[in-house]
Structure formats: structure tokens, C-alpha cells
């Protein structure tokens, strides 16, 4: 799942969240640019969205590079684009454009203007003038759920680790003496920040401060793949789940048991998709965990899940184009040579999906994460939205068929919620998550209550 489970569908949204380890290249530092190339790229970031206003999807992906071309094709960028006019109302004019260096990023922001409210569209240059990033983000500050209330909790500055790969993080404490129970959060794939941002939404927060809220201490932290970007890159055909996820993991666990209001005692993991993916890893790296949360932690091999994902996103508005026939051939050829017996080290990126290195599918051979959690001895509790695609129901009964023996493991389902625990109706699609909203409270209180009955364990 590391770079790969969510990125079928963030890749349509932003570019921090296309990239995997073989495309870090987009990563590297890009050379200061020439006021002609400046200028360039306003006028084609400004034509990108002139294309859009048009339903001329062919031509807006034109300047894509190969990595966005490969993700977001012209069929499924319209259906994106379709779907904020459905949400936002229909398009009304370019207002403003921008640009924005964030090292090694050259990034041009457009404001664009719809009937409802205005989008900011992020266009990301690669270093060749080339589009290497999408993402239209709805203006506005992100807005706390009901349910926390900030008056129950204080917030504090935690370092995760030390030297090369320290990490900052925050720490949500209730009001009060303590000791308190910890929930770690740990991420989905991508370099995603502490709160897991995505479009307008921040899980991650909700969760902490949602828990907080009820007493509950939550910990979460930038993952190394975004705090030191460039390091992995240089790194990038060497990593494993391992250094991207699981050694961060119990850095965290560490630190924590130190602070004086935590409760060692009660310190519980808590994975997202790949999170939870990687949770039997995580446990076995530590004593110190005293229980498990999977949130849409999936448990199919990671190449069978990539093909699904895209099979799902191409079909979505009921038909499928010869391109897009093309790269289902493709990516089926590159799921293939991940299977294969013969797959080594030296197998080029570019033959395997999403341009994973070989390294990293090796490492995760023939890791099977139910079965894997069968003999954890910590409690685990299995949480599943009914509108995901990205993780869906079938690696949710894949869970409780492997645990049904155990009697200190806990499954529950939602309907309505897809992979963020958001609500939603209908069909789940890749729109959805440009539209505000927050981590479902009944998901809150459930985890709230099974983390306080660890006290009688």
C-alpha cells in the first residue's frame, strides 16, 4: 500500500499525494527558472483550466507528464472536473494566478471562481515545463467538527525520533493530570503531513482532537516521506515499509511511554489504510503497545488492490476508452512481473506499477496481514467504511475471517462512509473528497469507548 494503495485516486487530486518512490525523481531540486519560464507556465496553468471550462480534457492534459498522464487520463480528468461543477456550481472565471516556489516545487496557483464558492488550483511544474501535479483545493480555513471541543484539551509540540529522521508531531492532551491512554495515528500511503490532509479534509485532526475530546491523548506527526522528502528520494530504490512507516512507529510508541501524563500502560496504534495494513509489523517491533486499530487497513496482496482501484476509477462513467484499455494492459503486464518468481532488485521501476522500485514489493512478499494478526497478543479493533473502494469490504470480511477465533478482536462496518470515514452517498468517487467534511462521530465514540475498555485488560 505504500505508495500505491491511495495513490490511484489522490493522484487525480494533488501532487503530494501522485508520488511514489519511483517517481521521486519529480522530487529532486528544480532549477531556478528564467522569467520566460515563469511566465510559460502561468499561461499554460491558466490554459489548463480554459480547456476544462470547455470539455476540452484531450487538450488540458496535453502538457502532462508521463507520470500524470499515466494517472490522470483526459476521460477521468473530466470526470473530476465534472464533479466539482455538480458540487461548486458551474465555473464562472479565472480570478487570479500566481506563482509559488516551494523548494524543490514550482507551483502555480490559480483562483478559480465557481457559481458557489472559489477553488484554488494548484498546478504543479516539473522541471522539464512539464504539469506534474493537479489539485483544486476550496478556499476557507479547515473548520473543527461539533464534536471536539477545545476547551477539553491542549496541544503540544513532540519530536518523533532524533537526528536525520526526526520528525515534528502534535500532541493532543486532555485537560487534566493524567496519566491518559495514547492513540498513535499512523498514516496512509504518500508523504502525507500530521493531519493526513486531503483536499479541504484533515482525518487526522478530527481524530485527535475528536478523542482528546474524551479524554483520550492522541499523538500524530509530518511521515518522513514528506518531512524529509529529499533524503528518501536519494534513497528511494532502497526503502521498505520499513524505514517509510514502521520505524517512525515505534519512535513514537518510545517517546510517548516517556511523557508524564501518558499512560504507558495504554498506548494503542491506530494505522489508516496503509497504517493499518502494516499493524502486525508495527506490533511485533514493539512491547509497549497495548492494542490495535485498523481503519480500512487493507489485507489483499497490494497489486491485486492497485488493478481494482483502477478498474473502478475507469468505469466510472460507464464506459472505457482504448487508452484507457491500453493502460489497464499495461499495469496488468507490470502486476505480472510483481508476481513473478523471477523479480529481483535490478528489475527496472518503470517495469513495476506506479513505478514502485523492486525492492519494495520484495520486502512485502508473501506478507498476509489477517493471518499475520491471528497471533498478535494485543486486542484489535477492525473498522470499515461500506462506501470505500480504495480498501472495500472484501479485505474487511478477509479480516473478520481470519480473527473470528479470537475473542478480543472487535469489526465494525459503517455504511454511508467511504476511505476517510466521511459520509457520503451514492457511488464513491474521486470528487467526493474535494468536498468538506469530517470523520464520522459515531466512528469517534466507538473508538473512544473501546480504548477506554482496555482498562480491564
Wanted: charged letters at 25%; one cysteine or more; glycine letters at 8%.
Amino acid at each position: 500500500m505504500g505508495y500505491f494503495i491511495e495513490r490511484v485516486l489522490p493522484m487525480l487530486l494533488s501532487f503530494k499525494q501522485s508520488c511514489c518512490f519511483g517517481c521521486f525523481c519529480l522530487l529532486l531540486a528544480l532549477p531556478v527558472m528564467a522569467e520566460e519560464q515563469a511566465d510559460e507556465r502561468l499561461q499554460r496553468a491558466r490554459e489548463l483550466i480554459g480547456h476544462l471550462e470547455h470539455g476540452e480534457a484531450e487538450e488540458a492534459v496535453r502538457n502532462f507528464d508521463a507520470v500524470m498522464a499515466r494517472a490522470l487520463p483526459a476521460r477521468q480528468l473530466q470526470t473530476v472536473w465534472s464533479g466539482m461543477i455538480g458540487q461548486y456550481g458551474p465555473f464562472q472565471k479565472i480570478k487570479s494566478t500566481r506563482l509559488e516556489t516551494r523548494k524543490p516545487y514550482e507551483i502555480v496557483l490559480v483562483r478559480c471562481q465557481f457559481q458557489k464558492t472559489d477553488l484554488t488550483a494548484r498546478v504543479v511544474f516539473s522541471r522539464n515545463n512539464q504539469i506534474s501535479g493537479l489539485f483544486f483545493k476550496p478556499e476557507g480555513e479547515y473548520k473543527r467538527p461539533a464534536y471536539v471541543d477545545p476547551g477539553k484539551f491542549t496541544e503540544e509540540q513532540l519530536t518523533i525520533g532524533e537526528g536525520l529522521w526526526a520528525l515534528p508531531g502534535t500532541l493532543s492532551l486532555p485537560v487534566g493530570k493524567g496519566p491518559f491512554p495514547l492513540v498513535i495515528l499512523v498514516h496512509g500511503s504518500g508523504p502525507q503531513d500530521r493531519d493526513e490532509t486531503v483536499g479541504p479534509n484533515k482525518p487526522f485532526r478530527d481524530l485527535a482532537q475528536g478523542l482528546a475530546t474524551r479524554g483520550i491523548a492522541v499523538l500524530r506527526y509530518e511521515k518522513r516521506t514528506r518531512h524529509h522528502r529529499l533524503k528518501m528520494a536519494f534513497l528511494a530504490s532502497r526503502i521498505t515499509v520499513r524505514e517509510e512507516t514502521v520505524e517512525d512507529v515505534i519512535a513514537a510508541v518510545k517517546v510517548s511511554a516517556r511523557h508524564p501524563r501518558i499512560d504507558a500502560k495504554r498506548i494503542v496504534v491506530l494505522g489508516h489504510s496503509l497504517g493499518g495494513y502494516l499493524l502486525p509489523r508495527i506490533a511485533r517491533g514493539s512491547d509497549q503497545i497495548a492494542g490495535l486499530i485498523s481503519l480500512a487497513g487493507s489485507v489483499r496482496p497490494l497489486e491485486e488492490l492497485i488493478l481494482d482501484q483502477t478498474n473502478y476509477l475507469v468505469r466510472l462513467d460507464g464506459t472505457v476508452s482504448s487508452e484507457e484499455e491500453q493502460q489497464l494492459a499495461e499495469l496488468k503486464k507490470q502486476v505480472e512481473r510483481v508476481r513473478s518468481s523471477e523479480l529481483s532488485e535490478t528489475e527496472p521501476a518503470s517495469a513495476l506499477p506506479l513505478g514502485v522500485p523492486a525492492k519494495y514489493w520484495l520486502d512485502l512478499r508473501g506478507y498476509q496481514p489477517a493471518e499475520a494478526a491471528r497471533t498478535l497478543s494485543q486486542p484489535l479493533l477492525i473498522l470499515q467504511g461500506e462506501r470505500d473502494y480504495q480498501v472495500t469490504m472484501a479485505d474487511f470480511e478477509l479480516w473478520k475471517a481470519a480473527l473470528s477465533e479470537r475473542k478480543d478482536v472487535k469489526l465494525i462496518s459503517y455504511p454511508g462512509l467511504n476511505h476517510l470515514f466521511i459520509a457520503g452517498e451514492g457511488k464513491s468517487q474521486p470528487g467526493e473528497y474535494l468536498v468538506p467534511g469530517h470523520v464520522s462521530e459515531k466512528v469517534m465514540r466507538d473508538i473512544a469507548a473501546w480504548v477506554a475498555s482496555l482498562r480491564s485488560l
